[in-house]
């Protein structure tokens, strides 16, 4: 039986994490087995997993395919790897934490002749995974379902998301359809539990939100 100073969580007390193998890591965050299912293994299959598919492309889903590993521990590790993620991996995803950063991402469609409805998508940080335009309307209107919004945003495992659009008359008011078309979004969110963190809409180089 290993003794308790050679166990991973004792181990990194007395000679500092550097001295642990990234197997040994992985046993001090899991902690312990169940029956049947030896922690020791269990990191050592962890380990494998995070070297074939990487530590930032990593899901949640991966975890829990490993024998042993349930809801906690998977809850345990994915948190832990998120927010090293979230510190330590350079990324030039742009932080989206003000609708005038969200502003920034629609000069495209500023001058739009037609009505461009566009999607942000944002992760747990709110820093932008994607920005797509989703319909392309007529002078007066663009159409959009919640579906093609969040059939997107789930594409992206995006936490929450924004969405924009232009107004070609150059007219910086929130109508009434766009004031339906956020209480729209922001129910269907609700419902899937991707947050709806914004409406805004673009009138040459201003806007508003309609949130």
Same mark, same amino acid.
């Given at each position: 039986?290993?003794?308790?100073?050679?166990?991973?969580?004792? %181990?990194?007390?007395?000679?500092?994490?550097?001295?642990?193998?990234?197997?040994?890591?992985?046993?001090?965050?899991?902690?312990?087995?169940?029956?049947?299912?030896?922690?020791?293994?269990?990191?050592?299959?962890?380990?494998?997993?995070?070297?074939?598919?990487?530590?930032?492309?990593?899901?949640?889903?991966?975890?829990?395919?490993?024998?042993?590993?349930?809801?906690?521990?998977?809850?345990?590790?994915?948190?832990?790897?998120?927010?090293?993620?979230?510190?330590?991996?350079?990324?030039?995803?742009?932080?989206?934490?003000?609708?005038?950063?969200?502003?920034?991402?629609?000069?495209? @469609? %500023?001058?739009?002749?037609?009505?461009?409805?566009?999607?942000?998508?944002?992760?747990?940080?709110?820093?932008?995974?994607?920005?797509?335009?989703?319909?392309?309307?007529?002078?007066?209107?663009?159409?959009?379902?919640?579906?093609?919004?969040?059939?997107?945003?789930?594409?992206?495992?995006?936490?929450?998301? @924004?969405?924009?659009?232009?107004?070609?008359?150059?007219?910086?008011?929130?109508?009434?359809?766009?004031?339906?078309?956020? %209480?729209?979004?922001?129910?269907?969110?609700? @419902?899937?539990?991707?947050?709806?963190?914004?409406?805004?809409? @673009?009138?040459?180089?201003?806007?508003?939100?309609?949130?």
């Amino acid at each position: 039986m290993v003794s308790q100073t050679e166990l991973p969580r004792e %181990k990194l007390c007395r000679k500092g994490a550097s001295a642990l193998s990234d197997t040994e890591l992985l046993q001090a965050v899991i902690g312990s087995g169940g029956k049947g299912n030896d922690f020791k293994q269990i990191a050592k299959n962890l380990n494998s997993l995070i070297q074939k598919r990487g530590a930032a492309e990593l899901t949640y889903e991966d975890m829990k395919s490993i024998k042993g590993i349930g809801d906690a521990k998977a809850t345990i590790v994915f948190a832990a790897l998120e927010f090293w993620r979230r510190k330590f991996i350079k990324t030039n995803a742009p932080l989206i934490d003000s609708p005038e950063k969200a502003a920034e991402q629609l000069r495209e @469609i %500023k001058y739009k002749k037609q009505e461009y409805f566009v999607l942000l998508t944002l992760d747990g940080a709110r820093r932008l995974i994607n920005n797509r335009i989703v319909t392309i309307g007529t002078l007066m209107c663009s159409l959009v379902h919640p579906r093609e919004i969040y059939a997107l945003a789930i594409e992206d495992r995006a936490a929450s998301i @924004i969405v924009a659009h232009n107004h070609p008359s150059g007219l910086l008011e929130v109508s009434a359809q766009d004031k339906e078309v956020t %209480k729209r979004l922001k129910q269907a969110g609700d @419902i899937i539990g991707i947050r709806l963190d914004d409406h805004i809409i @673009i009138a040459g180089d201003d806007f508003i939100s309609a949130y």
